[in-house]
């Protein structure tokens, strides 16, 4: 992010961040040396008997961070998370921050870095942006295990009469690889398996993301992957990863993924990284069992949802925080000048230059989410990441159209500053969650699938209603009839919009989404809608990211950034 | 394996056994703290640094343990592997054993665990079946990195011209999924890359497995990666990694993976368990690194190559022995009664009953692998790992058998009796090792590729010679005129027989090997020949040994054995 002024980048921040031993950042938790699995000195996780240990105890308070709608002018919203952490640690709390996993592909294609920036940063930053602790790999191996078992299923008598036409189960790789999207396996002849179209979703986007994402421990992670829908039958009944009697085997393979991981921020304050659905085409918030763990161990924890307020918020306070009985604090909303000054209609190449008209258009955008926050019922603080090229005109438009509505608006400083940079937010947080505190799902669970996905487009993205494809309308009287109905669903929908038109910044009015699929996921417990072109795999870019990467001859990591 | 006579199975004692923390196993090699990189309390990396500063260390003698070709009655390789190095430690010697990585696939197939068995096993078993240090999925989603990386070059203009038909570099997963052998990827119209026809390969095939295992240092790795031909271009030249730019990427997402993991016996004996190229469709051998690193910290290292030894123990003396400058000082062929009857025409169900006849017609295959240890030059022990069943008169002939030919051979009892049960295999092959040791390759890397292959069918399969298929000996031109006729070959072969078909079991005579294709491995350093109807990807069995697996509430796998 070289448009902030320190001059340095963020991987050269973080290789020269003097970290402490994990056990010394986990001593400060009350975590004893056999409380942890080392994975080197700075990560560890946190062992099942400790978690089971730290249940009577009392919970601290949960913040949650969310944004506008992102633009390529970046918002930094894991940025402004981890500087509100170390902030309220600044200011005496014991505090556990609670982020998700960077994926693979990711930081291969465009980003090169999912571990926030410049002096808010998690660490060791080029650990968790690779490998980490292997938890996605095991996703993915498992993921693709379930769909070796289920072609060997196939071809062994199919003693299931699994329809080959009708399997829902996708094979999945931690890569942006378009390539994958659409494939047909089981070429070759009769010993090579039964031939099928089949494709592949990034790991990130797989039904065994969400389910570790949303068990409460190990037992209920495996009855949730029993439940997994894979395929139809001939009588176009559903077929589970319990009928095929292996969901112990996949229980087995994220025995280790299933325990969060603890790491540190630049400042040494406890970082709970664990999880990591995307927020466009899954739901977007770290683990259950990362965010609970944190909230036994602190007394504030901040987390963030993936993406705008209408993809990670709306999912983290319909799905998450139902599921798990949550329920936050407080709400951060993260906006740029920068982002905002794009939704009014600038181009990347001039947002250096000074725009109050387009500012002022763009904050639109940043109202609808303020309007999402408050029909969910919670206290909020509008966070302003702070960028050397905004002006103090700039600067003064916003804090008047803040005023002006009665929004708590806090200019941050964390890129630069670390923890200095955002005592004023952390202060104004703690203000706004001693207030009234109403929150409610948007949609009860007892409304129909068509219903609750028209309450979210309706309330959350401000659209005018819903257009169903011939396709998803039949699935909804199928689901109905398999008694689905009262799921919460999971909206895939571009990120970029409020709409499902990425296309379409700012904020929209008069649009409906356009529903094209409708996707069971039984072990997450929700039904998934796919909408507008979004895809459960993306696509590397022209120069990907991974040409800039290289590794020194001593293992250092060149070009994560 | 209940045919011995403890009663109690792999997992139990290995569950049983009290682990030392590996920084007290590391210890006693004078590795320190700061050496290591901890994954848990009983797994750990060896640093660069530590590797680098060992370079100017003596090295201690090297043992390879091979063995007749398998059977499905089990010959226990690895157990007699690792009771030799408790052995050793055990007569006061500074011992480590170094062997591969499992791989999941097969873990998941058949085999339930690949750690040994009895009281000579490498633990904890179950991280070291599984996920372990994590190796195996950087390789996959390094491989898969490069597949992405390519097919994204072909759909964004592909400035390389390379011909979507002539793509020789394969997808892999780690685990046996017949489906994905052949595929046909690109598929869904424009957005979605270019349609071509590809194949997945297990993990351990891929050639990255074998580059990360003959690599040096991380430097080495990167060059070698640099070189791997991933594609022929509209001009019918070679394409590689450098080509695509990539290598650097790819270094960077192996640079943990290239670190030598050491864990410790039940007995506490040292292994470094590094690598784990199949011996039928790749190389066969640990890691390079991890043989290279126990010489310089142990008097003695124990090590063995994959299946029989016209496989692993041909490809670690022909190919890792020349490329890492390496010497074995003794070899160890590994029988058991039980399979030399199999050999002489027994059935599995039958192999209980005494059958002397059967016996002596079996010892034909250890025969063979005898004369090609000789033919290799070196010093040797045969290994009979003793199983209940077998019988006084059987163990009469089998002696009788090797002092009429004097052969040196020890019974071993190390899956029964651990250390004490592999004594006096340790001093007969100690004294092995005193004779002289004449090894050669068996072949001169100045040989063609035909007659490379020619030389192994012929001194070490003893078949009567080789018949290429037209798309091979076109290749065998092609590959002289891009110059690599220079390469050391990889056979791939079925493990079962001597010859290329599974069913020759004992001692095949008259058979010719046939090679239906060339893979040129440029950055491992060698072409694969592909014979008979082998396999880089297995499929799995009717009842795969997934369906056992589970794991309990608190994280403890069942079903692994």
Known sequence: MPSHSTGKTDIEIAQHAVLKPIKDVAKNLQLEEDDLEYYGKYKAKITYDKINALKTKKDGKLFLVTSINPTPAGEGKSTV????????????HKTVIALREPSLGPVMGLKGGATGGGYAQVVPMEDINLHFTGDFHALT????????????HIHQGNFLQIDPRRVVWKRAVDLNDRALRHVVVGLGGPGNGVPREDGFDIT???????????????NDLKQRIAKIVVAYNYEKKPVTVGDLGVEGAIALLLKDALKPNLVQTIEHTPAIVHG???ANIAHGCNSVMATKTALKLA????TEAGFGADLGAEKFLDIKARTAGLKPDGVVIVATIRALKMHGGVRKEELAVENTAALQAGLLNLQKHVETIVAFGLPFVVAINRFASDTEAEIAVLKNWCSERDIPVSLTEVWEKGSAGGIDLANKLLEAAKQRNNFRPIYPLESTIEEKIETIVRKVYGGTGVEFSTKALRQMEDFKRFGWGHLPVCIAKTQYSLSDDPKKTGRPVDFAIHVRELVPKLGAGFIVALTGDVLTMPGLPIEPAAYQMDVDENGRAIGLF
Do not use: H, Q
């Open 204 to 218: 990130v986007a797989s039904e065994l993301m969400a389910v570790l994402c949303l068990a409460e421990d190990l």
């Open 141 to 152: 191996a498992a993921n693709n295990a379930i769909s070796a078992l289920l072609d060997n």
């Open 299 to 302: 007394d504030y924890v901040v």
């Open 81 to 92: 998370t981890i500087g509100l952490g170390d902030a309220l640690k600044r200011l005496g």
């Open 276 to 278: 990591g659905p995307f």
